[in-house]
């Protein structure tokens, strides 16, 4: 498809949205829409792609992929002034086809953008566009046929009588072009936009070529979308909510047919590049996001939260956070457990409640119960550290790290002051707390000695509330 290019329209606001953003920047499943629609058009085979952008442009521009170019609109005239931008862009093609796509209907697929190719190769098209069966069609461009089922033009809903708003096909907004086709078409809807008998207004609509190209004789087709959905797109939060709730399902059925488990789906949301192995468990409340990759007969959730790490085989995350990590084979961790950036959790830790890991190395069968906070620190094999253990790395200007060696036990309440190692089956005694190293093999204790003084309330009567 090197003869072959895409443009992809992204210039309007969120004003609907009420949002400051661009429009295609909003998310479904935690992926912009334009990043839908881009990833689409690279896996159908294009290379050349061209986002005309409008709105706060340099948003989108900033987030494109280098093989991605730019244009931007500076009047947002309609659609088909968008086209014009890019006139020099398809003029390179002009032996080959020009696909244009909505940057805000990110559910367009591989297969539809193919399959609409070849129907528009084999029928030597000058345009083909992608259409869709709508039961409420409220918002789409109508596509209006003769008697003889051939096209006649595409109406925007604004402009359509009522007779053609209760058509239920739908345009999607999506065009296969001959470029050469789609050149002479935007002359004439340009020039027929400045003449002075134009009634249209300053706008210059995509949609009017199909008409034109009608009027020349020019051959113009419909691909009808296999499933509705694809040809969606989102004006407002309350679409927006409709197409993330259609890709969820997508998703998740697209798990459970590699043999994942989602028993009840409430509150579960997996992005689109997730990847999860056979016999894992996914339970209510449990987002997975970004290129997380889990292994199977996992337990997840209820209620954990995965971001952009690594999870083993055999791994029960209950109540956990974990963004930007790798979890061993075998592992437990939970309920309440974050894992922050960094981190590295071995084989068969186990991993209790309430305790926070940042940038650590964790080793195979560690032990950290519970109520612990392990920061810039790298724990050996077979490590215990007790409830309330503290690693103190941060002096107040430089963060420092502290190593507990293979076999060590950590007593409960007690901080480890960094920079710090702790040697190999050293033991720390309860309620200690370690400024210096400590050897392998031997006892810290830091802590003053216990004294009784018998008497002293009585004497002092400091004040309290006094039990008789």
């Keep these: 498809m090197k003869n072959d290019c895409a443009l992809i329209l992204a210039a309007g606001d969120g004003l609907r949205m009420?949002?400051?953003k661009p429009k295609v920047l909003a998310q479904v499943l935690f992926k912009p829409m334009l990043d839908w629609v881009l990833d689409k058009a690279h896996e159908s085979g294009l290379e050349n792609i061209c986002v005309i952008t409008g709105h706060q442009s340099k948003l989108i521009e900033e987030r494109l992929p280098a093989h991605v170019r730019s244009i931007?609109?500076?009047?947002?005239?309609?659609?088909?002034?968008a086209i014009l931008q890019a006139r020099a862009f398809i003029e390179k093609f002009g032996n080959g086809n020009v696909l244009i796509l909505a940057g805000d209907a990110p559910l367009v697929d591989t297969?539809?953008?193919t399959a609409a190719l070849q129907l528009h190769k084999q029928a030597q098209n000058s345009a083909t566009l992608i259409s869709a069966l709508l039961d409420d069609p409220k918002g789409y461009d109508r596509i209006v046929r003769g008697k003889d089922g051939r096209i006649v033009k595409v109406v925007e809903e604004d402009e359509a009588t009522q007779d053609e708003k209760a058509i239920k096909e739908v345009s999607s907004g999506a065009y296969w072009f001959k470029a050469k086709a789609l050149l002479i078409a935007l002359d004439r809807l340009e020039e027929a936009n400045i003449s002075p008998q134009s009634t249209k207004g300053r706008e210059i609509h995509l949609a009017d070529t199909i008409e034109y190209l009608r009027e020349i004789k020019m051959d113009v087709t419909a691909f009808e979308a296999r499933l509705p959905y694809i040809v969606m797109g989102a004006d407002d939060r309350i679409q927006l909510a409709a197409l993330n709730e259609i890709a969820r399902k997508a998703e998740l059925d697209r798990h459970r047919a590699n043999g994942v488990s989602i028993p009840i789906a409430d509150g579960v949301i997996i992005g689109p590049g997730v990847e999860i192995g056979p016999d894992s468990l996914i339970l209510p409340g449990t987002i997975i996001k970004e290129t997380s990759k889990i292994g199977s007969d996992c337990v997840i959730g209820p209620n954990s939260y995965i971001e952009n790490s690594t999870i083993g085989d055999g791994v029960t995350l209950n109540n956990t956070q974990c963004r930007d990590s790798q979890i061993g084979n075998d592992s437990t961790l939970g309920p309440f457990v974050q894992i922050r950036p960094g981190s590295k959790i071995a084989q068969g830790a186990h991993i209790g409640n309430f305790v926070e890991i940042k940038n650590s190395n964790i080793g195979r069968d560690v032990g950290i119960s519970h109520l612990t906070y392990v920061g810039d620190s790298d724990l050996g094999e077979g490590v215990n550290l007790g409830c309330g253990t503290v690693t103190v790395n941060f002096?107040?200007?430089?963060?420092?790290?502290?190593?507990?060696?293979?076999?060590?036990?950590?007593?409960?309440?007690s901080n480890l002051i960094a920079p710090l190692t702790v040697g190999k089956n050293a033991f720390i005694a309860a309620g200690s707390t370690i400024t210096k190293d400590v050897p392998a093999d031997a006892l810290a204790i830091a802590r003053t000695r216990q004294e009784i003084k018998k008497g002293w309330v009585k004497s002092k009567k400091p004040y309290r509330r006094q039990h008789k």
């Design 18 to 20: 009420k949002s400051s």
């Design 72 to 81: 931007e609109q500076k009047e947002r005239l309609g659609t088909g002034h």
């Design 111 to 113: 297969r539809t953008i």
């Design 395 to 413: 002096d107040g200007k430089d963060k420092h790290r502290t190593v507990v060696e293979d076999g060590a036990f950590v007593g409960c309440n």
